[in-house]
């Protein structure tokens, strides 16, 4: 692994992309399912950074080498395993000798200025053949692969073939082919390489994806991600694929038929999918729910980033791997199979939500306890987060990093009631938006869900007041102060009402970790008003303790 990351570009090897390459080379012995390579690939990973041999790559699923390291690397391959492999941005003044050739057992070559191909690489030996082109006026001979029999990973990103080179029908031990960007036009040919497990097409500009594909019974991975012209699939393509357990369609594929419509359909339809009984990873966007077959989500899904309704795109930072964006009607989001996976999502948006006033009873009685990130936006029926006075007792979002409200036009409280102990216990960001029924985001009751927060943004709520109020008839201590101690951004805006951070005498205590907070009257700590008496608002009332916070 350490060598394979040698022959790539050195601050931006992904994770993925290892994933692919190493299915291909069959690196992993006694290993026959995607799942149990990923898991091998993602120790191997954490060991070689545990060694700093490989770094952090500052995104997800992205790793990095330090440039002494890789070249290290790439050396050794060189020596010891007769890679030919160059770093990234040198030019290629000549290839090697043949006899050399003769003895590669692999060709990497990323993004390196090439002056052009020969007409037939003579590598008898050779499993790998890594090339990132930069150069659209790079041209692929029509007999270059006619000596590299053996090949088991070609990957040739950014190479345009509108023609597929016909030589590529004598690798018939390829497992992983990687066409990535690569401006393609008639692909049937690939339909000859019945040893495929990995096939990677991202961002090629397919319109339609060939009939043939569906003689790829070995395959395990089909990415089809960033194709947005592709059009068609026909029918019973990809539920011939039995052995797929990856399927990528980001951004791709929208014009789902309908099983059983008519017998002369032309495209693929989702429950095709359903025969797929190894599918563990699904990246795929439905824009009209009414064509989900019942029962359509599998209890296999282990990875999923799934929207179902219009509107949604994928831009969004995906922090972790089970993701559901839904815009759907009270009727189906009531269907088992959405319901499953609701419960497993660790990153959920719900869009115009109809039917629903609570969220954490109405849609998961368990609190979603794998929940990490939840946004609500345009419902007009949702009236609480939380309502405890309907809950079971039951710990409610206890794993939630971040909770984001937009246009939620009857939200009156996140928690209506005092909720569960540890409820809220991780919440880092709460950014509320265009709510004009919410007075305050929590009561003094749920201080243990405030102890974490690092980032406060209320905007545009009308009859807002405080972020912290004591309940009618709370019992707290007068002089208990809520301790927003791991604070650093607190964002007002547009909040015509807003009188102070917690109600009445209660202190709010705002701070860094610091030993000694420093104490200051609230007669320095007054905020801008734009009322129309013109006069300063205290923000902080009675005493408060803050350093270094940043007020936006």
Not at 260 to 279: F, I
Request: charged share 25%; net charge negative; with cysteine.
């Amino acid at each position: 692994m350490f060598l394979l990351c040698g022959q790539l570009q050195p601050h931006s090897i992904a994770i993925l992309d290892l994933l692919k390459y190493t299915v291909g080379l069959g690196l992993f012995k006694r290993i026959s399912t995607l799942e149990e390579a990923r898991n091998r690939l993602h120790k191997l990973v954490n060991d070689l950074k545990a060694s700093c041999l490989l770094l952090e790559g500052g995104a997800d699923g992205i790793v990095k080498m330090h440039d002494v390291v890789h070249c290290f690397a790439a050396s050794v391959a060189s020596r010891d395993h007769h890679v030919f492999t160059l770093a990234s941005g040198t030019v290629l003044k000549e290839w090697p000798a043949e006899d050399m050739l003769e003895q590669c057992s692999a060709i990497s070559l990323p993004l390196c200025k090439i002056p052009g191909l020969p007409e037939a690489l003579n590598c008898p030996k050779a499993e790998s053949f890594i090339l990132y082109n930069e150069d659209l006026s790079l041209k692929i001979p029509d007999s270059l692969f006619k000596g590299t029999k053996t090949l088991q990973l070609m990957d040739m990103t950014g190479v345009q073939l509108p023609t597929l080179p016909s030589s590529l029908q004598f690798l018939e031990k390829l497992q992983t082919l990687c066409l990535d960007s690569c401006g393609l036009k008639d692909i049937a040919m690939i339909g000859e390489l019945k040893m495929l497990k990995v096939l990677s097409l991202i961002g090629s500009n397919i319109v339609r994806l060939p009939r043939e594909i569906g003689q790829l019974t070995r395959l395990q991975l089909l990415d089809l991600r960033d194709n947005p012209r592709l059009e068609m699939i026909p029918p019973n393509v990809l539920s011939r694929l039995t052995q797929l357990e990856d399927l990528y369609m980001e951004n791709s594929f929208l014009q789902w038929g309908i099983e059983g419509l008519d017998s002369q359909r032309n495209n693929a339809s989702l429950a095709e999918l359903k025969y797929l009984p190894n599918l563990s990873t699904l990246y795929l966007h439905i824009t009209d729910p009414i064509i989900l077959p019942r029962d359509f989500f599998s209890k296999k899904l282990e990875r999923f980033k799934i929207l179902i309704g219009e509107g949604w795109d994928w831009s969004s930072k995906c922090e972790t791997s089970r993701t559901m964006k839904l815009k759907i009607s009270a009727s189906i989001q009531l269907e088992e199979g959405i319901q499953l996976l609701l419960k497993r999502t660790e990153d959920l948006h719900l869009d115009g939500l109809k039917g629903v006033k609570s969220v954490s009873y109405e849609l998961d009685g368990q609190g979603f306890p794998r929940l990490k990130h939840l946004h609500l936006q345009n419902s007009l029926e949702i009236r609480y987060i939380v309502d405890s006075t309907m809950l079971s007792p039951s710990i409610a979002f206890p794993l939630l990093e971040s909770l984001s409200l937009d246009n939620l036009n009857k939200l009156e409280k996140i928690c209506n009631s005092q909720p569960v102990a540890e409820s809220f216990s991780n919440l880092r960001i709460l950014k509320v938006e265009s709510c004009p029924m919410l007075k305050n985001l929590f009561s003094l009751h749920m201080e243990r869900g405030l102890l974490q927060l690092e980032e406060i943004s209320i905007i545009d709520c009308k009859i807002m007041e405080v972020i912290v109020a004591e309940e009618s008839g709370g019992e707290a201590d007068k002089d208990e102060a809520i301790k927003l101690t791991q604070l650093r951004t607190l964002t007002l805006e547009y909040l015509p009402q807003f009188t102070s951070v917690s109600s009445k005498s209660n202190a709010a205590s705002i701070s860094q970790t610091r030993p000694e907070p420093l104490i200051t009257d609230v007669r320095s700590n007054e905020i801008a008003s734009d009322n129309e008496l013109g006069t300063p608002m205290t923000l902080f009332n009675k005493k408060v303790c803050f350093i270094l916070m940043t007020l936006a």
